[in-house]
């Protein structure tokens, strides 16, 4: 378990199907795969789905579930949100004029 994944962590534990993730490699045989990496990272699951390795999932067991749940309950906390501040994106000349245009 790592601090900088609980909140792939929490993401998993609110899935619709929590799940253990099995990522494999391709063996040297043709149709073999083996197993790489076990996580319950969500995010480390989805950078290898974005590589087209195989990853299986699998139901995450109670115990598993509980103990994840309590790790991050002991230590998640959710970054505020920050309301982010427009820039000005158009210099002053862009703004429509508010002097009357001269009759032509």
Do not use: Q
């Not at 509980?66 to 959710?78: A, F, G, I, K, T």
């Not at 505020?80 to 009759?103: G, I, N, T, Y």
């Amino acid at each position: 378990m790592f601090k900088d994944d609980l909140e792939s962590y929490t993401a998993n534990l609110r899935a619709h199907k929590p799940s253990v993730f099995v990522i494999c490699e391709h063996g040297d045989e043709i149709d073999e795969i083996r197993p790489l990496v076990v996580t319950l990272s969500y995010d480390e699951m989805a950078s290898y789905v974005e590589v087209d390795e195989p990853v299986f999932d699998i139901p995450i067991p109670s115990d598993i579930y509980h103990w994840v749940e309590s790790y991050v309950l002991e230590n998640y906390r959710p970054e505020e949100r920050k309301k982010r501040r427009r820039e000005k994106w158009a210099d002053e000349f862009l703004k429509p004029s508010l002097r009357p245009l001269p009759d032509g």
